[in-house]
């Protein structure tokens, strides 16, 4: 059991009509047990607008600017990513509460949420350390530096593929010829590498994993690299632009820019209710031993 008074910053979803008892219902579990609350400005000024006049928290922060023993995300796995690209290296473990269908990442339902928040007051909970992405692309790129799931090299024209040179620790690999290049995480091994034909990789694995998007080559397959790999891209393109998007934020980039993926200095910690388990989820979201026959 907890004895000091914990903090919490929360994060939601601003572009789906929120859930109120839900997020009611968590400051007033919190504010019975005197916990202290700081909420994402974008998130209070969606709820405030949508009839949050009962909705008090300590305070409203910008940025990174705010510090928790524990930080909320209210949405989905993409609500739960942006909420990592801003805790990022403050170590501030992240619990995921699903206000729509069940996550990997965002786990928790909302009739689970009193029983969460009970358990982190008890201290009955693990924390998953995941692996994170950083990109660097020679120039200060705001929102694209770190990723948890993934990094997509990208074409922005209809017509033309783009061409990625691509290189681990200084050794030559091979050169991509395709829509795209997606290095994934074993996070987001399940997310876009997935529906590209990559590999389920079971978080806490030690690797990267390598996926063109739509190959001109049927020859070139995903390819998993250790994760203290260096890897280094170079692309070519018709419109002489590409897009680096990472968790889905991406920049525009121009051609000739070089691309160094690597493992970054620290990791995500995502907070485990005890008696889950990543297989269950897994399970259910891919729908193994599911009965199709109607």
């Known amino acids: 059991m907890t004895s000091h008074r914990l903090s919490f910053a929360i994060f939601g979803n601003v572009y789906q009509p929120k859930k109120s008892a839900s997020i009611r219902r968590i400051l007033s579990n ?11 400005r974008a998130f209070y000024r969606f709820l405030m607008r949508d009839g949050g006049a009962d909705i008090e928290v300590a305070r409203v922060f910008d940025g990174d600017d705010f ?32 206000m729509g269908r069940m996550g990997f990442l965002a ?7 009193d029983n969460c928040l009970d358990s982190l007051h008890r201290g009955d909970y693990t924390v998953d350390d995941r692996g994170v992405l950083l990109i660097d692309t020679g120039t200060a790129v705001p929102g694209t530096a770190c990723a948890l799931n993934d990094v997509a090299i990208l074409k922005r024209d209809d017509a033309s593929m783009i061409t990625i040179r691509a290189s681990i ?7 991509y010829q395709a829509d795209g290049l997606i290095v994934s995480t074993p996070t987001g091994s399940t997310a876009y590498s997935l529906s590209n034909g990559g590999p389920i990789i079971v978080p806490g694995t030690p690797v990267f994993a390598l996926t063109a998007v739509a190959p001109h080559s049927l020859n070139i397959r995903p390819i998993v690299i250790a994760d203290s790999s260096v890897l280094t891209l170079q692309v070519e393109s018709r419109s002489h632009n590409f897009l680096v998007a ?24 995502i907070v485990k209710r005890s008696g889950t388990s990543y297989y269950d989820t897994l399970r259910r979201k891919m729908m193994w031993g599911a009965d199709s026959r109607e």
Request: proline share 4%.
């Open 67 to 98: 510090r928790a023993d524990f930080a909320i995300s209210m949405g989905g796995d993409g609500t739960f990513l942006k909420a990592a690209a801003r805790v990022g290296a403050k170590q501030i473990p992240i619990v995921g509460v699903n």
């Open 30 to 40: 919190l504010s019975a047990r005197g916990a202290e609350v700081s909420m994402d």
């Open 107 to 113: 786990d928790v339902s909302p009739d689970e949420i």
């Open 169 to 175: 620790d200084g050794q030559y690999l091979t050169t």
């Open 246 to 269: 990472a968790d889905g934020r991406s920049e525009k980039c121009a051609e000739g820019t070089d691309i160094t993926i690597r493992k970054a200095p620290y990791k995500v910690r």
